[in-house]
């Protein structure tokens, strides 16, 4: 089992910016990918970002391209999302997962890739 601690959500006005952390905890060692989905209310969850739990290397969705940046600190067992000059339509909640699958590339943007989620934090950007 993974247990994933999402923090960092708030209130930020448009233009703002915000760091997501994603900590996480238990059998990390079986995590070979880690990812931050987003899901506004009444729409689909949707691929943000996913990193290598080892290496790295990280994973964009094109639209996430430029304006958030994930990273990880291992020393930490944590992940972060920032977000810079965001957007209205970035409220969501975002949520992190880890997969234990050793896979790379598009599968990393689908939900069913990931087993262990966490409870998601609140992002709210004000017009």
């Known amino acids: 089992q993974v247990q994933l601690v999402e923090s960092g959500g708030g209130l930020v006005q448009a233009g703002g910016s915000l760091r997501l952390s994603c900590a996480a905890s238990?059998?990390?060692?079986?995590?070979?990918?880690v990812g931050w989905f987003r899901q506004a209310p009444g729409q689909e969850r949707e691929f943000v970002a996913a990193?290598?739990?080892?290496?790295?290397?990280?994973y964009y969705a094109d639209s996430m391209k430029g304006r958030f940046t994930m990273s990880r600190d291992s020393a930490k067992n944590t992940v972060y999302l920032q977000m810079n000059s965001l957007k209205p339509e970035d409220t969501a909640v975002y949520y992190c997962?880890?997969?234990?699958?050793?896979?790379?590339?598009?599968?990393?943007?689908?939900?069913?890739?990931?087993?262990?989620w966490g409870q998601g934090t609140q992002v709210t950007v004000s017009s």
């Open positions: 997962a880890a997969s234990t699958s050793p896979r790379w590339g598009p599968v990393l943007s689908r939900v069913e890739t990931y087993e262990y």
């Open positions: 990193l290598t739990w080892s290496g790295g290397s990280i």
């Open positions: 238990g059998r990390t060692r079986s995590t070979y990918a």
